[in-house]
């Protein structure tokens, strides 16, 4: 998949609000995201797929 075509998923998947399934479609299972800082509940660095329950 090019870059282009991944861009336009993840788009589409965010204007429908379909956050997980973008997930579980375009990121690794080795995923790492790394925010400015810890808030709402969520760490700077998280790594992985896991979901909460």
């Known amino acids: 998949m090019e870059t282009k075509e991944i861009a336009q998923k993840l788009a589409n998947y965010c204007r429908n ?3 997980e399934k973008a997930q579980d ?5 080795d995923v790492v995201s790394i925010e400015p800082e810890a808030m709402g509940g969520y ?3 998280t790594a992985g797929k896991k979901r909460s329950a």
């Open 25 to 29: 479609e375009l990121y690794g299972d």
């Open 17 to 19: 609000a379909e956050f």
């Open 43 to 45: 760490e700077k660095e």
